[in-house]
């Protein structure tokens, strides 16, 4: 009997909602031929703007691009030092590297999975050169900026890594919108996403606002008159069209997420794989469901539904046999991977993000995802494990 399988995001059932809106969104760019940085990207900057609380959004051509442009912003270059969580998408502390800064890797907390006041300031220890840092909002849960940015000093400027957290909130306040500069994705995978490649920079600050918009033109001011070296970073306008179009289900779909969330939070309690609070996985308490900032004000968006489980490849093996996909979001560390190895890192040096790319496991996650298909999941998890 062939299974019905229950995907990791489920992108046809997405676009077959905004099918007819986004041929009407996409022809009136082709109609135009206005392909670069056009009507719809200077649209699409004033509602990210609006959507992340900050006075400025510029748009470019990738999230791994917004963070190479805020740091080139910051002027991080050669002999500089950047914080950078040691868990995370591998874009995060590539930015520093490829201008010739070296990343200092901070180990994450263990219930939220991001860097915190604590681990940031332990990593920073020693490093005198240490200009920026760049904390993420790992699986759409806002990072404690405000207290990172506390412990570290008022001489490291925060870049935040909002990729996978646009409309999460810490305290009230919107991400995207704490560090100097905040570097967002559209990759096609992201709450918010893209049909190909985009991202976003967000700021406060009027003249580095000014500057990201010139290095992402190749430092032009005007036309062939080139200011200083950038790099092309200009983002499609078919891209925003789609993005304008989506943007209008984007609360509709949080709040789906959301809801899924407490859904399989309750179900894998229910079935006894769970405790509400724990932080490691036990063989009695097999798994553990993602912690959420407790401060008033705070809202996780879900980009992942990442559990932390006992025996975890056995599981995913298990999962994916049955027909349900799951994601591993991230199986090696950023200390420990090979392209950074001349950064010196060891097993070791950050056991919590070395521990939880051993235990976590991101369950399917889409707005669209049914009741029914959720049970089966944690059907499927509980039958792994003999319950
Ligand atoms: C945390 C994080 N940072 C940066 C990026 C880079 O974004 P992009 O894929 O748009 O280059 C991503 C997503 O892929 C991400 O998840």
Redesign the pocket.
């Known amino acids: 009997m062939t299974k019905v399988i229950i995907p990791l995001q489920d992108f046809r059932a997405q676009y077959e909602s905004l099918r007819d809106e986004v041929a009407m969104a996409l022809a009136s760019v082709l109609e135009r031929q206005d392909f670069v940085l056009g009507r719809e990207v200077k649209e699409l900057e004033e509602e990210m703007a609006r959507v992340c609380g900050t006075r400025h959004a510029v748009a470019c051509g990738?999230?791994?691009d917004a963070?190479l442009l805020a740091l080139m912003a910051l002027d991080i270059g050669p002999g500089d030092e950047v914080l950078a969580p040691a868990f995370?998408?591998f874009?995060?502390a590539a930015a520093p590297a490829r201008l010739g800064a070296r990343p200092v890797f901070a180990d994450i907390d263990p219930a939220s999975f991001n860097v915190s006041p604590g681990s940031a300031e332990k990593a920073a220890a020693g490093h005198a050169r240490l200009r920026a840092a760049i904390p993420?909002d790992l699986f759409g849960q806002v990072a404690d900026l405000e207290g990172i940015q506390a412990a570290l000093g008022p001489g490291v400027a925060l870049v935040e890594?909002a990729?996978?957290a646009i409309l999460a909130t810490r305290g009230g306040r919107l991400a995207g919108s704490f560090g100097r500069v905040g570097a967002l994705?559209f990759?096609p995978t992201k709450n918010l996403g893209a049909m190909g490649?985009a991202?976003m920079l967000t700021t406060g600050d009027d003249e580095l606002a000014g500057r990201l918009r010139r290095l992402r033109v190749h430092g032009e001011k005007q036309r062939y008159y080139h200011e200083e070296i950038g790099i092309n970073s200009r983002l499609d306008t078919l891209q925003a069209a789609v993005l304008l179009v989506k943007l209008r289900k984007l609360e509709q779909w949080t709040t789906a997420r959301e809801c899924a969330a407490e859904r399989y939070d309750r179900l894998l309690v229910q079935a006894g794989l769970a405790e509400p609070s724990a932080t490691y996985p036990t063989p009695e308490r097999p798994a553990v469901v993602p912690a959420r900032t407790p401060a008033a004000g705070s809202r996780h968006v879900y980009h992942q539904y990442t559990i932390r489980a006992h025996e975890r490849d056995g599981l995913r093996t298990a999962l994916d046999a049955g027909g349900i996909r799951t994601g591993l979001y991230y199986p090696v560390p950023l200390h420990l991977q090979r392209s950074f190895a001349q950064f010196g890192g060891r097993p070791g040096d950050c056991p919590e993000a070395e521990r939880a790319a051993a235990e976590v496991l991101s369950l399917p996650m889409f707005a669209e995802i049914t009741p029914e298909q959720q049970q089966r999941v944690v059907e499927s998890i509980a039958g792994f494990y003999g319950r």
């Open positions: 990738s999230g791994s963070l995370t998408f874009a995060t993420v890594d990729a996978q994705s990759y490649e991202g």
